[in-house]
């Protein structure tokens, strides 16, 4: 298993923490966000296949942002596969 550690930008959450195992999402840690919000995305995408979250969560706004806490972790399990592949 992978531990991935990932900035957010333009999101009330400041940090992501990702731990992977193969291609399978284990567990996922917001730091700061909607605490009701991003540990529901987490328990939604616990285990579930890289590909298959980011397909599904990629491109999500919240309100007038063009990004969203839901965008911020596909582009962090974008940036592990990059750094993974």
């Given at each position: 298993m992978k531990h991935y550690a990932y900035k957010t930008a333009g999101v009330c959450s400041r940090m992501i923490d990702l731990d992977i195992d193969g291609d399978t999402v284990v567990k996922v840690t917001f730091t700061g966000g909607c605490p009701g919000n991003t540990q529901?995305?987490?328990?939604?995408?616990?285990?579930?296949?890289?590909?298959?979250?980011?397909?599904?969560?990629?491109?999500?706004?919240?309100?007038?942002?063009?990004?969203?806490?839901?965008?911020?972790?596909?582009?962090?399990?974008k940036a592990y596969k990059a750094e993974n592949a």
């Amino acid at each position: 298993m992978k531990h991935y550690a990932y900035k957010t930008a333009g999101v009330c959450s400041r940090m992501i923490d990702l731990d992977i195992d193969g291609d399978t999402v284990v567990k996922v840690t917001f730091t700061g966000g909607c605490p009701g919000n991003t540990q529901g995305v987490a328990a939604l995408v616990a285990g579930m296949n890289i590909d298959e979250a980011i397909s599904r969560i990629e491109g999500i706004h919240c309100g007038p942002r063009p990004t969203s806490c839901p965008d911020q972790l596909a582009l962090a399990l974008k940036a592990y596969k990059a750094e993974n592949a």
